[in-house]
């Protein structure tokens, strides 16, 4: 069983926003340091955002403004808000608790008019 299950990606234009959803399946996302990647077609997994347990987000330098991670323990829930979505945005993207090595399937999120 995937530890997480990522879930709210689809299509947006150009502009639009988009939550996407990390919901505990085989594990918890309480008290635990979080992280959001995506991978995007024809390149390498990258690092988006880390989330502490404290509330303390640090951002890669791309998406700084633009998106915000939360989460709701009550609900064994992570979340990434993101806004002003643009075509270089387009990845499959998945979370994960860091210092582990197993991904989901991911959702995909498309940026295009």
């Known amino acids: 069983q995937v530890p997480f299950v990522e879930s709210g990606g689809g299509l947006v234009q150009p502009g639009g926003s988009l939550r996407l959803s990390c919901a505990g399946a085989?594990?918890?996302?309480?008290?635990?340091?979080m992280t959001w990647h995506r991978q995007a077609p024809g390149k390498a997994r990258e690092w988006v955002a880390t989330?502490?347990?404290?509330?303390?987000?640090f951002y890669t330098d791309s998406v700084k403004g633009r998106f915000t991670v939360s989460r709701d323990e009550a609900k064994n829930t992570m979340y990434l808000e993101m806004n002003s979505l643009q075509p270089e945005d387009t990845a499959v993207y998945y979370c994960?608790?860091?210092?582990?090595?197993?991904w989901g399937q991911g959702t995909q999120v498309t940026v295009s008019s």
């Open positions: 989330h502490f347990p404290g509330g303390a987000t």
């Open positions: 994960q608790k860091h210092g582990t090595s197993t």
């Open positions: 085989g594990d918890s996302v309480s008290d635990e340091i």
